[in-house]
């Protein structure tokens, strides 16, 4: 089956405690893309991946790192997580950058 | 800079009625893509509908159309014979590389 694997799905975590949400994508689609959810906000992009090897902020990347070393894997890391970095955050992947994207069903991450 | 913005946080339509979001857009780019997603109580995110900005042609899958005023940078969403199963979440999104979404609007469906 088709699809974008996120983990966790949920996490309650304290500040500071460095963490990593995972995502992979099997139906070798070259651009993925992390993106946070926020009542009232939408969704707003963090990274986004075009290739492998090439990776590009969004547009509230502060507190957020990503890597691309396979093409399957785009995982999110947060360093030093912080209160405000609790939020509900979904990878995505696209065939290519302008193709409709399928989307994880989500991580919800509590930081205290 | 590049913005969408949906105007309606939220919006009622009566079962079988017609109900039209709006999403209105500013970009800098000549060649790019709109697009409709849904998200219901379940959270996933689902493509409604697509379309590229150089089609003249409004896309259109089953109830759902679109309205595409490239001039005036407008790109609302139709629903028609309006459906429980529609309530939802409905996201505006404009992008190429960079991806920007719109604060949504939530649809309720009166029966």
């Known amino acids: 089956e088709a699809q974008v694997t996120q983990n966790p799905r949920y996490l309650i975590t304290v500040t500071g405690k460095k963490l990593t949400v995972t995502c992979s994508q099997n139906m070798n689609h070259e651009y993925m893309s992390w993106y946070r959810q926020d009542p009232g906000l939408g969704l707003r992009q963090i990274y986004y991946?075009?290739?492998?090897?090439?990776?590009d902020k969004g547009d509230v990347p502060e507190g957020y790192k990503v890597s691309r070393k396979e093409k399957r894997n785009f995982p999110l890391i947060l360093e030093s997580p912080s209160p405000n970095q609790t939020s509900l955050y979904f990878c995505?992947?696209?065939?290519?950058?302008?193709?409709?994207?399928?989307f994880g069903d989500g991580t919800r991450l509590s930081i205290l | 800079a590049q913005t969408v913005t949906q105007s309606q946080p939220e919006m009622s339509v009566q079962e079988a009625e017609t109900v039209t979001l709006s999403c209105t857009y500013d970009?800098?780019?000549?060649?790019?893509?709109l697009f409709w997603y849904k998200q219901p109580p379940s959270r996933q995110m689902i493509l409604v509908i697509r379309?590229?900005?150089?089609?003249?042609q409004n896309a259109t899958e089953n109830r759902f159309s679109v309205n595409f005023q490239k001039a005036a940078k407008s790109f609302s969403l139709k629903i028609s014979d309006s459906q429980l199963g529609d309530a939802a979440m409905y996201f505006c999104?404009?992008?190429?590389?960079?991806?920007?979404f719109g604060k949504g609007t939530r649809l309720h469906i009166l029966p």
């Open positions: 999104a404009n992008g190429q590389d960079k991806i920007i």
């Open positions: 970009t800098s780019e000549s060649d790019y893509y």
């Open positions: 995505a992947s696209s065939l290519f950058r302008n193709q409709p994207q399928h």
């Open positions: 991946s075009m290739n492998v090897e090439v990776t």
């Open positions: 379309q590229e900005a150089y089609k003249q």
